[in-house]
């Protein structure tokens, strides 16, 4: 089992940046680490992965370009930076684990989730 949590979500105006931080404690080796997110009265939805062994990530189209997730093997954290933000990146965002490492999109796929950070983005 791997623990998640997260921290960094806040109020940004439109066009702003932020940093959302993701701990893991446990197995993490070989997982894909995921971002989702989830605003109200919709589903929850991929935003981006990395593949902690390789370090290789991958993004939803909405946000390609516009952030960015990496890891930290020594901290054993990932990251979400945020650039650009906009309204619609409004939601609460999650932190997810899927331990066997297929590099998926589809959240029950993911094994292990974190409380979730809630971003407000103001126009």
């Known amino acids: 089992q791997v623990q998640l949590t997260e921290s960094g979500g806040g109020l940004v105006q439109a066009g702003g940046s932020l940093r959302l931080s993701c701990a893991a404690s446990g197995r993490t080796f070989s997982s894909t680490m995921g971002w989702f997110r989830q605003a109200p009265g919709k589903e929850r939805e991929f935003v981006a992965g990395?593949?902690?062994?390789?370090?290789?990530?991958y993004y939803t189209d909405s946000v390609q370009g516009r952030f960015i997730i990496s890891r930290s093997l020594a901290k054993n954290t990932v990251y979400l930076q945020m650039n650009g933000l906009k309204p619609d990146d409004t939601a609460v965002y999650y932190c997810?684990?899927?331990?066997?490492?297929?590099?998926?999109?589809?959240?029950?796929?993911?094994?292990?989730w974190g409380q979730g950070t809630q971003v407000t983005v103001s126009s």
């Open positions: 990395i593949m902690w062994n390789s370090d290789i990530p």
């Open positions: 997810a684990a899927d331990r066997a490492g297929r590099g998926a999109r589809n959240p029950n796929e993911y094994n292990d």
